[in-house]
């Protein structure tokens, strides 16, 4: 498998997390650990295999620092790019846009023509909506600290398996 590039905030703690148990779960892999508070366009181009950590903010928004890279994101020309993407979110507290910056984000790429891999199951969760989910799944994995972190493990290690057939 090619080198991937698993691009997350290393400030955030729960998705530091769950990039650490990604990173765990792809075992002798080769994974070039980014941070995206930092990011340049030349470290988002460098690997065609790239797992970017989308949590959601406030009420269904980017963080800032995916944000402010959305129109670079944009610019891009992601032909030949394969992205999973992993998504926090409350889906209690937050039912009307659980996950909604995993969805923002998967419009960015597709719109740069990247390919998408990692849909997962909505199975599991109750939430009323979400930009994440299309055709009744989700966009990438979904991960919810706050009600569901018993789940968290099984959840990585089942999807980073899936990536593994995915990734080309």
Do not use: C, H
């Amino acid at each position: 498998m090619k080198k991937i590039s698993l691009i997350y905030s290393f400030n955030s703690n729960k998705t530091s997390k769950i990039a650490d148990r990604i990173k765990e779960a792809l075992g002798d892999s080769p994974v070039e650990l980014i941070n995206a508070e930092t990011i340049t366009e030349e470290e988002f181009l460098r690997n065609d295999n790239l797992i970017l950590g989308v949590p959601t903010w406030f009420d269904g928004e980017l963080p800032n620092y995916w944000d402010e890279f959305g129109p670079i994101i944009e610019e891009l020309k992601l032909k030949g790019k394969t992205f999973a993407l992993y998504g926090l979110g409350d889906q209690k507290g937050y039912a009307e846009n659980f996950l909604d910056a995993m969805g923002l984000m998967a419009e960015l790429l597709e719109k740069g023509g990247a390919k998408l891999v990692g849909v997962t199951s909505t199975d599991g969760y109750k939430f009323e909506k979400s930009k994440a989910t299309r055709d009744g799944k989700f966009l990438g994995l979904g991960i919810d600290f706050e009600n569901q972190a018993t789940l968290n493990s099984n959840r990585v290690k089942n999807w980073v398996t899936q990536l593994k057939k995915e990734f080309k």
